[in-house]
């Protein structure tokens, strides 16, 4: 998992992952057949586990069974659960009014109606410097922005 530079916290992730279906199997995972995987998915279902953990279940084992133990065909019974995208919640003229009412800073009302209308980060918001702002063009210049 070093040399494929995962992060602690993947590589963590990964060995929990494979404990837990070792703990299940009641002896060691390299001994596992593809309908023990299927069952353990099964198990997981069953037992209420969100569709984000049982991926990261899926994903954890894949890793074990395709790239450390190098038996990828003990997996054609594992596929992930798709997860539809929720929509977020946008709200009305009206709320976005009362909202923005509501708060007795000039300062923070600015910074809020700004992050609300260009749809940014908190830490975009922040960075922002008065220069950035293009009132010509009507376009902010946002600095340090992630990857959506």
Known sequence: MRMRKLSPKTQAGYIRV??????????????????????????????????????????????????????????????????PRKLPVVLSREEVARLLAAIDNLKHQTALSVAYGAGLRVSEVVSLKIGDIDSQRMTLRIRGGGNR
């Open 18 to 83: 494979v404990k837990r279906f070792a703990a299940f199997l009641g002896h060691s995972p390299d001994t596992a057949s593809s309908e023990d995987l299927r069952r353990y998915q099964l198990y997981l279902v069953d037992h209420g586990i969100s569709s984000i953990s049982l991926n990261a279940a899926i994903t954890g084992l894949k890793f074990l069974f395709e790239t450390t133990l190098d038996h990828p065909e003990l997996l054609t019974k594992m596929h992930p659960v798709h997860e």
